[in-house]
């Protein structure tokens, strides 16, 4: 008799998405080693940026910097492309090559790569730390200023960036010191270019992978381009293993024409909290989660291997699903060490957030074609505390893989943040929104009982000022502390970051920044006005994690010792509030949370009254 069966086939799609894993041999992540071309390109903001910045006739110098991975060499080889198109009528393979090879042979400046539309030659050092520090200095000085009317791109990390410009100025001459300047320019005012216009600096450590705008960034662009071409997934079709496949279960999942669209937004959602809370994720780090998310860490030949144990086995699929494998559970330490936004991540796991509302509805029988046990291995009698102990883990298991598997499938995102154990996420939001309520002060409100909290101060209600200690009496005060500042509520605001760098450059134009890279806002400001004339306001600067601390404290919770370097930070903010300069006989104490004042009186007594 005939078999009938179908073959078990491999999947070319599925082998390019492993190269992105770089826990296996065969990647090909970075952009030198990279050996297939037949993906296009995520449309990155910061290219159409540069296709604009080298056709400025003053512009002489641009430094791409940030942490290793961001594409900086991929946007020189994007650029390079480009007007290779605009100059050469060639095939976009012939492309490709010739920049990888102008970028491999003339990757260090020694002659130019391409000309601008312009005519310009146009110079790149792919990476600054193929150079040694003396070098690199040199380089950095001569590319100020390039060869033939030139313009220089040159990638380098922050670190080396910083030591570069260090080591130039050993003889004083401060010539690399404009790059280091429009850096910090970039991080206090928004600003990306120095105010000759000769130099650029972006830094992509803003460069975000799950913005908030129309296209959703990268993230969603990756989901989209993995899941819903359908030519990619043909091979599937006919294989004989496809319906015990967790790859081909999370394609489907995720490329569904219903569902699918919400299911890639939570995954965005949860890689722009992780972005908020502070974690730079670049595009490499992006790139290797979602192809771990996709595949599970598994290969055609891994579940061929599998199904050839029992065709019908639905028992081990579960932690290879895209819910679970997002978080890379199966990871080992060093593993993720190589990928550190797994770390950002986990830390949001909404696995790990109980919730009444959310686990009252929960059931192990709507678990989806592959549950993650079998009821009667979480159901058994308990007869020792051995069992019992092993009964706990599997239901916590359980419930782990049922709350992420919800959290991805539940319609809307107005309790997404809750659910990753961030209570304040849709506050620290809303204070984006430009047309939010004035006149609602809850934000600032909770924000500044926050900072009072990390002083040690523990007030009741609503107030309508902000107590500063003198700082000898931050967080380790007494029963009574000096009260240096008493500021009112009234003209303190809390504003995000793109409105930050408007009050700080005193403008409404939009911040360079924000237009030359992948932008989502990931901090939040209380600006407390000027006491006198001649002071600035102070800003004091919160992250999601940040916000979502001083939220609590505002509450009453509290833990020193494991916050102690955010409590030495916000300390050291507040202080630039203390009046030092307060000479008059008056002083204002606060004793068991009442104000009280002490006067000096003649003879030097003290007197005591309530404020």
């Known amino acids: 008799m005939k078999d009938s069966s179908m073959p078990l086939e491999v999947n070319k799609h599925v082998q390019r998405i492993r190269r992105y894993q770089p ?54 080889a994007s650029l390079l492309a480009e007007l290779w198109n605009s100059a050469e009528a060639a095939s976009p393979e012939t492309v490709r090559r010739a920049v990888f090879h102008e970028l491999s042979q003339a990757g260090n400046a020694s002659r130019p790569v391409g000309r601008t539309r312009g005519g310009r030659p146009l110079y790149i050092i792919r990476d600054l730390s193929d150079f040694t520090p003396q070098a690199a200095a040199s380089k950095l000085v001569e590319l100020l ?54 130099v650029i600096v972006i830094n992509l450590n803003y460069q975000s992978v799950a913005t908030d705008g129309v296209n959703g960034g990268l993230i969603s662009w990756i989901l989209k381009q993995s899941t819903q071409q359908r030519a990619r997934w043909k091979a599937c079709e006919t294989c004989d293993a496809r319906e ?10 995720l490329g569904d024409p219903v569902r699918g669209r919400q299911r890639r937004e939570a995954v965005r959602d949860v890689f722009a ?10 595009t490499r780090q992006a790139l290797s ?68 509302q959310v686990d009252d ?21 308990v007869r020792t505390t051995r069992d019992a102990h ?134 939040i400001y209380i600006r407390i006005p000027a006491i006198a004339p001649d002071q600035d306001a102070v800003s004091v600067e919160a992250d999601l994690l940040r916000f979502e601390l001083l939220t609590r404290w505002a509450d009453g919770l509290r833990s020193e010792v494991q916050h102690e370097a955010e409590i030495r930070g916000l300390s050291g903010s507040l202080a630039e509030l203390a009046d030092s300069s307060n000479k008059e006989d008056e002083i204002q104490v606060l004793v068991g949370n009442v104000t009280r004042k002490l006067m000096i009186d003649v003879g030097d007594k003290i007197r005591s009254v309530r404020a």
Not at 273 to 282: H, K, L, N, P, S
């Open 23 to 76: 826990f296996h041999v065969d990647t090909s992540m970075v952009y030198e080693r990279q050996a297939d071309w037949s993906h296009s390109l995520f449309p990155v903001v910061t290219l159409a940026y540069l296709q604009e910045a080298v056709e400025r006739p003053g512009l002489k110098t641009i430094v791409l910097t940030g942490d290793a991975g961001h594409g900086k060499t991929s946007l020189c």
């Open 145 to 198: 200023d390039p060869p033939d009317g030139g313009i220089a791109i040159i990638c380098a990390n922050e670190g080396q960036l910083r030591k570069c410009v260090a080591e130039d100025d050993k003889d004083g001459t401060g010539r690399a010191g404009p790059l280091v300047k429009t850096l910090a320019e970039g991080i206090v005012r928004g600003r990306v270019s120095d105010p000759d216009g000769t």
């Open 244 to 253: 015990v496949c967790p790859i081909l279960a999370n394609r489907d999942e």
């Open 273 to 282: 909290a992780a972005e908020r809370t502070g974690a730079v994720i670049t």
């Open 289 to 356: 989660v979602t192809s771990y998310m996709l595949t599970g860490g598994l290969s055609c030949t891994d579940v061929h291997a599998r199904y050839r144990r029992s065709h019908s086995d639905r028992s081990w699929q579960a932690p290879y699903l895209y819910h679970q494998a997002l978080f890379g559970d199966r990871l080992t330490q060093q593993e993720r060490h190589l990928v550190p936004a797994f770390f950002a991540l986990r830390k949001l796991d909404p696995g790990k957030v109980s919730r009444r």
């Open 361 to 381: 509805r929960l059931d192990p029988d709507t678990a989806g074609v592959f549950p993650p046990a079998d009821a009667s291995s979480y159901l058994q009698k």
């Open 390 to 523: 092993r009964q706990a883990e599997q239901l916590q298991n359980l419930y782990r893989f049922l709350r992420r598997a919800d959290f991805f499938e539940s319609d809307g995102n107005a309790d997404r943040f809750a659910r990753m154990g961030l209570q304040a996420g849709d506050d620290f939001v809303r204070v984006q929104d430009k047309d939010r309520d004035v006149a609602d002060t809850r934000v600032r409100d909770r924000f500044l009982k926050g900072l009072e909290a990390v002083q040690g101060i523990h007030r009741a209600g609503s107030n309508p000022d902000f107590f500063i200690l003198d700082p000898a009496f931050f967080t380790h005060r007494a029963r009574a502390a000096v009260i240096s500042r008493r500021v009112t509520s009234k003209g303190i605001e809390v504003v995000d970051q793109v409105t930050q760098w408007q009050k700080e450059t005193g403008t409404s134009e939009t911040p360079e920044m924000q237009n030359a890279v992948e932008w989502l806002n990931r901090a």
